[in-house]
């Protein structure tokens, strides 16, 4: 039986849900992402783990409400998420950069991509799986996608329309696009606000 490992940029998944208005059910998103994959596939594909990177909101010193409301929002969301079959949640940690020149704060996240990297080329590299699945928009994994090609891994890469560099897209054996209609197909439904 074939193994897919699914690796997920949290943050960048929001960001393509928020532009198309769309709230991910996450129990029903690997399912997709093995589902396209499978399509490619000949044997019966079984998802390995699915991994999830992100970070928990910064909080100031002194902590506003509205930073800890998000701060244990998210966290929720993090121990719920551990609660579904085989995923895993990989936290890096936001650091307040400063202010733009239009007075905006900025922030960076530490750490992220580093553990998917990580946890990418690993199981690449000792053979646990023979497909893996990438969702991200970062093209500081290009090294990681040639290194799991050269070991018989087939790399698939889920991107959003507007995120990447032609190098990274080349890289991957299959590439699938993460518009409005595939989020659809996941969509879970909001609860109704009084």
């Given at each position: ?6 690796f ?20 029903k ?26 970070c928990?909101?910064?909080k ?13 929002k ?9 609660e ?32 998917l ?10 053979r646990?799986?023979?497909h ?5 928009g ?11 090609r ?12 507007q ?5 990274i ?26």
């Amino acid at each position: 039986m074939a193994r897919l490992a699914i690796f997920i940029d949290g943050g960048y998944l929001s960001t393509l849900a928020q532009q198309a208005d769309v709230w991910v059910d996450f129990e029903k998103f690997p399912h997709l992402v093995r589902d396209t994959v499978a399509i490619g596939t000949e044997e019966p594909l079984d998802i390995s783990r699915t991994y999830y990177y992100d970070c928990l909101p910064y909080k100031s010193r002194p902590t506003t409400n509205e930073e800890n409301r998000r701060y244990e929002k998210k966290h929720q969301f993090f121990e719920w998420l551990e609660e579904l079959p085989r995923y895993v949640v990989r936290q890096g940690q936001l650091k307040y950069r400063g202010l733009s020149s239009e007075g905006k704060k900025i922030f960076e996240q530490k750490g992220v991509d580093l553990l998917l990297g990580l946890d990418f080329t690993q199981l690449c590299t000792k053979r646990q799986i023979t497909h893996a699945a990438v969702v991200t928009g970062d093209s500081d994994f290009l090294p990681a996608i040639e290194l799991a090609r050269s070991e018989g891994i087939q790399v698939w890469l889920f991107y959003g329309s507007q995120s990447f560099a032609n190098e990274i897209r080349r890289a991957a054996d299959e590439r699938v696009e993460i518009d409005r209609a595939f989020l659809q197909r996941v969509e879970r439904k909001r609860r109704a606000t009084r």
